[in-house]
């Protein structure tokens, strides 16, 4: 990983500032894109020069912008002269019971969650090429079990599964494409997750019977980038057992 260099998309809070922190702690150069987040990217950004000077790198960018995201690639790229990696991990969430589903929800959860993933990755290929990089993509274990009023977010991190696939088949040999699925990781800030009731009934259904945390997803992301050579197209759950608990 030393000097390696890292795109992560809304990398500056949650899961994304905790994989971001670990990339780095391991040596890699980060280039971290936000949206609205700019306090948040500022603070990790300040966090993580402060350990190693000129290694973090911020870019702003609207991922349902479909002209921005090769000029995310680009800028990117002229940080460090490079790129090593791409982290897929930027994801608007929100629930779209089937009667629900708009237009403008299936743009932005469709634009977020697959689109953005798809035309980063093609913007990237060149460069990830060049480096022989790798790409992991954040999806979720609700790809195998349908997430109830979530018809469009489903969908979409479905299609993220697939194009993890597609696009190992498509950047082979070259370039490795692998994913992450995490289970009850971090709650959702709004929606049925703020109930504890509900919480607790996830909780439950894990076989671990217990939440994880951020960095069991930093881990997985750093192993596929850092020690995972041979492996390619595949979908690790992060999961405590949920996707296979009966």
Known sequence: MQNKVILITGGAKRVGATICR???THGAKLVIHYHSSIEEANALQRELNQQRENSVALIQADLLDHKQLPDLVESSVQQFGQLDGLVNNA???FATPLDECTQESWNDLIGSNLRAPLFLSQAASPHLKKQRGCIVNIIDIHTERPLKNYVIYNAAKGGLLTLTRSLAVEMAPEVRVNGVSPGPILWPETGKWTDEAERQATIAGTLLKRCGEPDDIAKTVYFLIADAP?????????DGGRSIAL
């Open 22 to 24: 670990r990339l780095h």
């Open 91 to 93: 994801s608007s969430f």
């Open 230 to 238: 041979y492996i390619t197209g595949q979908v690790i759950a992060v």
